[in-house]
């Protein structure tokens, strides 16, 4: 068929389909409500709406020791002689543990009462291999194998009671943490890329429409292909709605906070764009790598802990500044923390329990769980943790998103009182 | 990295022992995987672990026992200063192990030959290969059968791709769509169909956005595939990168005939008359020859048609 040039009702007609796509509309996402009224009075359900948790993942295996330093025991000095923190340049929370020194902007959170310290989280029967490790801890299954995250399954559970809950993974793939058996996160890469780029600068709308009839196409045919049909159509449609309520509540984005200039940082402002975009997503979740710190750790790991800590301090005070710290909940997490004595090459290797931190405005600050003991170590010479993770997770899922936590961690995990 | 991509293309369709006995003294593994710090004194478990649950027999068919085995008989490869492995017998175990039954003086050889020989290998590997060619949890009697050409031809991954592709399974409705084409396979079939190129630095950019930089796989065990490469970001990355291409000449020359022929030199098979509909109203709104080509190959690349196999 050759081609007809001469045509020019197109852009009306894809106008008018676009009216008949089903549930797409930006208006569409709505207030979010989980049936929770037999559980918790009215008064919670409606606060719980607005609620955001933004997970944090520290990929590599985060040094907890030097993280959260118990700088009051000997056992501590003699098991690190070059990467032991001195009782003098350590930020002391109280007279046993003290933050790294480059972390002073989460010791004044700390100090406000904003942060949570899970002191010994991990599981029973650690794995020390990165994959195995991170895979349980974003499945929250270390005895058999899930193809499931505990936020996809999350996602699973509270989208079959609103439909309009989001989630919104800040990076190119997504963690099989956010993946469930039908829902998962959307990602977004980056604000400039994440929109259908006009083929010329005044094409944008024409482009966008024919994107969309071609899937609205997709649509009716797919019903005799696959999940892959349907889940590629389904992404498509949900990237350009959300590409043009995310991009405009970034244009409308205005801030006084300074943050820091660097990957990490740009990901945290790029979350306050989305958590204060009409998307209001329930979940948030992005990654900082780097923490596998074999070898001259001292450097690399005061970096990283500066980045995360100045960071998550302006991404608070951000949200703080819009009346929105009550409604953040941030969570921090790595696959395991290191071995207590350090190796031969003023590094550390991979271990097992961990400090998990927790900062929000609704947050009863403090710690949480025993500090390991250092001075009774597994047969591999790691800490024993005190809190299991899944610990954490029920107390986030059940206190602070309203969801009964059983299903989601298929079992049942008695809750830390941090709210 | 570069070393390992060369190795795979060189014994990739040949026998599988010898691939997996080149990966074993592949620089880029030893180091990943730590095989250039398992010395004799101090064996460290990491590749003797993943050898078999990644690359072979899988989770359950072997012990902790086993492992310790493999280690000490992976003992002594190091790497030069100039990056190439080489074998030091100083620092080998030499020892009596007993690995998945079988009791010897076992070196890296022998361990290879047991894992290539072994009938849960032919099953994994069968299955990552139908998995790869055709779709994704086949049944087991399909696996089987795949297996026995494996076992049949002592690992021969050229006979079990050509099983793969003459059997049934793979002509089915079923393998129709079945498989998401990796950012590396969208980028390369669009631009080797077009006979179009871009310029490198886009090329990089669209697949590190995408999840797919090449010589950079996320762990030893490669990418992810199927499902994971389709996400919001990821699928805007399709819809965009067409804009990217550069030196559409060929593709221009098919344009002329109708936009069902253009579409055809991405998409041999031809698109649905429904979607091609749409291609056609939208293409002439465009007033330049240049921005109607750009078009075509645009929505042709974000069909999913273009986006499946």
């Keep these: 068929m050759p081609v007809n040039v001469t045509r020019s009702l197109f852009l009306r007609q894809i106008a008018q389909s676009i009216g008949q796509l089903p549930s797409l509309d930006p208006l569409s996402f709505g207030p979010r409500i989980l049936d929770m009224t037999s559980v918790l009075p009215q008064q919670q359900v409606e606060e719980m709406k607005n609620r955001t948790l933004v997970v944090v993942q520290l990929s590599g295996g985060n040094d907890g020791l030097n993280t959260l330093v118990p700088y009051d025991q000997q056992t501590y000095y003699n098991a690190r002689p070059t990467l032991a923190l001195s009782k003098g340049v350590v930020l002391p929370l109280n007279g046993e543990v003290a933050l790294h020194p480059s972390m002073p902007a989460l010791q004044a959170l700390y100090n406000d009462n904003h942060v949570a310290i899970v002191q010994g989280a991990g599981y029973p029967n650690p794995n020390r291999s990165h994959y195995e490790s991170m895979t349980i801890w974003q499945t929250a299954s270390p005895d058999e194998t899930m193809q499931t995250g505990w936020l996809g399954r999350y996602l699973d559970t509270a989208r079959s009671l609103d439909s309009s809950i989001n989630a919104v993974e800040l990076d190119a793939l997504l963690s099989p943490a956010v993946v469930g058996e039908k829902e998962r996160a959307m990602a977004i890469e980056n604000l400039q890329s994440f929109r259908v780029a006009p083929l010329t600068r005044q094409t944008q709308p024409s482009d966008e429409a024919t994107i969309r009839a071609l899937d609205s196409i997709q649509c009716g045919s797919c019903q005799e292909y696959n999940n892959l049909v349907n889940a590629m159509m389904e992404a498509g449609l949900d990237a350009m709605t959300a590409s043009d309520i995310v991009r405009e509540a970034a244009s409308n984005y205005q801030t006084l906070i300074m943050y820091p200039t660097n990957d990490f940082s740009n990901r945290l402002k790029l979350a306050a764009q989305v958590v204060s975009s009409s998307l209001k997503p329930t979940i948030v979740y992005l990654q900082i790598g780097g923490f596998d710190t074999h070898a001259s750790q001292k450097n690399t790991q005061a970096s990283l802990l500066k980045t995360v800590s100045d960071g998550i301090s302006a991404f608070y005070q951000d949200m703080d500044s819009k009346g929105k710290a009550d409604d953040l909940l941030i969570m921090t997490f790595s696959e395991f923390g290191r071995r207590v004595h350090e190796n031969g090459s003023r590094g550390t290797d991979h271990g097992t329990a961990e400090p998990m931190f927790l900062i929000g405005g609704r947050v009863t600050g403090g710690l949480y769980g025993e500090y390991p003991d250092l001075s009774s170590l597994d047969s591999n010479g790691d800490l024993i943790h005190t809190v299991d993770f899944r610990q954490v997770y029920a107390s986030v899922l059940q206190d602070w998103l309203g969801v009964d936590s059983t299903p989601v961690l298929n079992s049942q995990f008695e809750k830390l009182n941090m709210f | ?309």
């Design chain 2, 1 to 309: 990295m570069f070393k390992q991509n060369e190795l795979l293309r060189d014994k990739g369709m040949g026998r599988f022992r010898e691939l997996l006995m080149g990966i074993t003294e592949d620089p880029a593994m030893l180091i990943w995987l730590d095989g250039a710090q398992n010395r004799k004194a101090s064996p460290n478990e990491n590749y003797g672990r993943e050898i078999m649950e990644v690359f072979t027999i899988g989770v359950g068919n072997y012990t902790e026992d086993d492992v310790k085995a493999a280690a000490r008989a992976f003992t002594g490869y190091q790497i030069d200063k100039s990056g190439s492995s080489f074998f030091n017998p100083k620092q080998h175990d030499d020892g009596t192990k007993t690995f998945l039954g079988q009791t010897g003086n076992f070196g890296p050889q022998d361990i290879v030959s047991i894992l290539a020989s072994h009938p849960a290998t032919a099953k994994s590997i069968a299955r990552k290969l139908f998995a790869y060619f055709a779709y994704d949890n086949p049944s087991d009697d399909t696996v089987s059968r795949i297996a026995n050409v494996y076992t049949r031809t002592d690992g021969d991954i050229k006979a079990v791709v050509e099983a793969i592709l003459n059997s049934d399974e793979f002509w089915s409705a079923q393998a129709h769509l079945g498989l998401v084409k990796s950012p590396v396979e969208y980028l390369t079939t669009a631009l080797r169909s077009l006979g179009a190129t871009v310029n490198p630095k886009a090329a990089v950019a669209t697949l590190n956005s995408m999840g797919q930089l090449p010589f950079d796989p996320p762990s030893v065990f490669g990418w992810p595939d199927g499902a994971a490469w389709i996400n919001t970001s990821t699928m805007l990355d399709r819809y965009n990168f067409p804009l990217r291409i550069q030196d559409l000449d060929n593709a221009t020359l098919a344009f002329e005939d109708s936009v069902d022929t253009a579409t055809r030199t991405l998409l041999p098979e031809g698109l649905p008359s429904d979607v091609l509909q749409v291609i056609e109203q939208s293409t002439d709104s465009f007033p330049a020859e240049r921005q109607k080509v750009r078009n075509i190959i645009r929505l042709t690349m974000s069909t999913p048609y273009y986006n499946l196999n």
